[in-house]
């Protein structure tokens, strides 16, 4: 599993708009995002670029800390 740390969510609403911006990713699978902790956590079936991940996360809204 590998994880990401986001800011800026702030409720129920966010964590699904990051869980459907990651789950639309080709290659990511079984995401789960803990608002508490503002951390998103994934399978990769397949690589999937770094890069990938944090324009799906700011496209949603939301920034990548780190």
């Known amino acids: ?3 990401v740390k986001i800011k800026g969510m ?3 609403h966010c ?3 990051v869980t459907k911006a990651l ?6 699978q079984h995401v789960s ?3 508490q902790t503002g951390t998103a956590t994934y399978e990769e079936i397949k ?3 770094a890069s990938a991940i944090m324009q799906a ?3 949603a ?3 990548v800390v780190g």
Do not use: H, N, R
């Open 1 to 3: 599993m590998k994880s």
């Open 61 to 63: 809204g939301y920034d």
């Open 23 to 28: 789950e639309a990713i080709d290659g990511v």
């Open 57 to 59: 996360i700011k496209k």
């Open 10 to 12: 702030s409720c129920q």
């Open 33 to 35: 995002v803990d608002l």
């Open 47 to 49: 690589p999937v670029d």
């Open 15 to 17: 964590v699904m708009a």
